[in-house]
């Protein structure tokens, strides 16, 4: 994570909350993230912040 450039994992996470909120794919978004050194607890994160949480 020291490594990594913070303002572009920022922007991969809210381009994932962005496509969330709407009908595309997430697939190639996430991909993104990963690639830019997005933790999955981040990629959950953002989009927990989206749908929120199963409950069952």
Do not use: F
Not at 9 to 20: D, G, W
Not at 34 to 47: F, K, M, N, P, R
């Amino acid at each position: 994570k020291a490594n990594r450039d913070q303002q572009t994992v920022n922007e991969k996470l809210l381009a994932i909350q962005e496509a969330a909120r709407g009908t595309n794919n997430l697939m190639p978004y996430v991909i993104d993230a990963v690639e830019h050194h997005c933790t999955l607890g981040e990629i959950s994160h953002a989009l927990r912040a989206v749908w929120g949480e199963y409950k069952g």
